[in-house]
């Protein structure tokens, strides 16, 4: 699986542009990209092979 990639400061300016206050862009920006990032398989994901 392919991980997606958001510049998610380019997000909340894009949030900030349609008027979105910039605390709460700022907040949705961090919310998209920590739910993005559960997805992504690291290290501690492996199965113990033995």
């Known amino acids: ?3 997606t990639v958001i510049d998610t400061l380019r997000y909340a ?3 900030k ?3 979105v ?4 862009a700022e907040a ?3 919310a ?3 739910e993005l ?3 992504v398989a690291t290290k501690d994901d492996r199965v ?3």
């Open 48 to 50: 113990n092979e033995g």
């Open 13 to 15: 300016e894009g949030l």
């Open 1 to 3: 699986m392919e991980a």
């Open 32 to 34: 998209l990209n920590e």
């Open 28 to 30: 949705m920006s961090r």
């Open 21 to 24: 206050e910039p605390n709460r």
């Open 17 to 19: 542009a349609a008027d």
């Open 37 to 39: 990032a559960g997805g």
